[in-house]
């Protein structure tokens, strides 16, 4: 396939809560939607880069500039032949996963129309619905929390995840544990602890805790190699694990027992079979996380999640759970507690572009 034109468009989506991380509070949502025109179709990507340096090195700023000046050019008169040569055509480029992935989720998007696939298919889906999570941030109080779980527990959610950070752990944890006592639960700390914690981290264990998620800075493998050591809860890395490379390497360490799998984070859709395929052959249970995607990227994650290797409940939550309007049709439902998977071409979702207009502040145009 050859793509003709690219567009770009940087949105703002006010989320229906703020979100509150240990890196700060969210209450809209800054994306840069992409799509690529070729063979007469469009594909849409999303990237999950956020509005500043705080999740990772990367910004929406930064993805457009790479992708507009270093990785558009690297695809000029190109004749693609499969969306998995975008890596290696990008690889000159060193870094910069969220904005390689971005341009790769689009190209998936219009292969699969293309040839009149469902993402999920191309990928090879054992699974026509995935289990939900849903990731809870910060409150103001332990009571407020204890009701945002038990609204969330209500709806059907199968694993509840409590943004923790210094300050917010032990006592939040012990009164979810109370309330919830089979409640599957976890915690993620956005990298806001340091190895000098160790001994009060030690003390979620008795909380029977599914996971830890990135206690340590992402850059800590060894850290978190050393905490995994002493901890009975599995350690989970998200930020650590930019690369199919970082993932082995983590493992080999021996830094994680879980890992968080986001395709942005990583590369792309490639990058994430990758490691998908690196899991299943060591035993290493993968789950899905979420950037608090639009509805574009959710059906990424959702078609993901379906793969064989992902065996615990995601971070794949219903989209009312994050916007009122979203900017592609149908809205994700909470089915029994799971998100069925699209199962129309490509991404499987419609594009509502007077919705994707109206939350724009920028959009760039380029030709091929
Ligand atoms: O650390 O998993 C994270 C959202 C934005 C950035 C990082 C993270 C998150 C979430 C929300 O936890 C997951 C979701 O529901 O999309
Ligand atoms: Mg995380």
């Known amino acids: 396939m050859r793509l003709e034109q690219v567009g770009l468009y940087l949105v703002e989506m006010p989320l229906v809560a703020p979100f509150v991380t240990s890196f700060g509070e969210e209450r809209v949502r800054t994306a840069l939607l992409v799509w690529v025109r070729g063979e007469g179709l469009t594909g849409w990507g999303e990237c999950v880069a956020g509005s500043g340096p705080w999740f990772s090195p990367e910004t929406v700023g930064t993805a457009r500039h790479v992708i507009a000046d270093f990785a558009l050019p690297l695809l000029q008169g190109k004749d693609i032949a499969h969306p998995q040569e975008l890596p290696g055509l990008l690889r000159p480029i060193r870094g910069h996963p969220m904005a390689k992935a971005a341009l790769e989720a689009a190209v998936w998007d ?26 809870v941030g910060i409150q103001k109080d332990i009571s407020t929390l204890l009701n945002v779980v038990g609204s969330f527990v209500d709806q059907g959610y199968q694993r509840v995840k409590l943004k923790t950070k210094p300050g917010w752990d032990v006592e939040p944890v012990r009164a979810v544990r109370e309330k919830f006592p089979e409640l599957p639960l976890s915690v993620d700390a956005n990298a806001a602890y340091t190895p000098a914690d160790l ?77 998908h395929n690196l899991a299943v052959e060591r035993g290493v249970p993968l789950w899905c996380g979420g950037m608090l995607e639009t509805g574009l990227g959710r059906a990424l994650n959702v078609a993901l999640a379906a793969l064989p290797g992902f065996v615990l409940p995601h971070d794949i939550s219903a989209t009312d759970r994050y916007y009122r309007e979203d900017v592609a049709h149908p809205p994700f439902k909470l089915e029994d507690g799971h998100i069925r998977v699209p199962q129309g071409p490509g991404l499987g979702v419609e594009v509502d572009l007077e919705r994707v207009v109206r939350f724009s502040v920028a959009c760039w145009t380029y030709r091929m």
């Not at 905490?227 to 021996?254: H, K, M, N, Y």
Request: include cysteine; proline fraction near 4%; charge should be neutral.
């Open 110 to 135: 219009l292969w699969g129309k293309m040839h009149s696939q469902s993402l999920a298919q191309l990928l090879g889906a054992v699974r026509d619905r995935v289990p939900a999570g849903v990731s």
């Open 199 to 275: 001994a009060h981290l030690k003390e979620l264990d008795k909380f029977r805790l599914l996971m830890i998620e990135q206690p340590f800075h992402y850059d800590d493998l060894w850290g978190h190699a050393r905490l995994a050591r002493e901890l009975q809860t599995p350690v989970c890395l998200d930020e650590s694990i930019f690369s199919p490379q970082r993932a082995w390497e983590a493992l080999e360490l021996g830094a994680c027992r879980i890992i968080n799998v986001k395709q942005g984070r990583v590369g792309g859709l490639s990058a994430a079979l990758e490691i």
